[in-house]
């Protein structure tokens, strides 16, 4: 495992939420309604599922470090 996990979040214009994935955390999937929620999310979800995938006991130290990222596409009206 590298030194920084990278999460992914794009916001779901039909749902109204965030969704957070990352190929660094098998089976990391979640959504909250704001970032704040999201990340709150983030720091329960990423230990337990790397707990779940055996990646954690091989962790040296107890700190995850990851890198948060987010696209969001929106429109602007002109004229």
Do not use: C
Not at 7 to 12: E, G
Not at 22 to 27: M, N
Not at 46 to 61: H, K, V
């Amino acid at each position: 495992m590298e030194n920084m996990l990278t999460v992914k979040a794009t916001w779901d214009n039909e749902a109204n939420v965030w969704v957070a994935e990352s190929e660094d955390v098998p089976g990391l999937i979640t959504e909250a309604d704001t970032m704040e929620q999201l990340i709150t999310r983030l720091h329960t979800l990423i230990p337990e599922l790397l707990e779940e995938n055996g990646i954690l006991s091989q962790l040296e130290n107890k700190t995850i470090p990851f890198h948060l990222y987010s696209e969001r596409e929106e429109t602007v009206q002109f004229g």
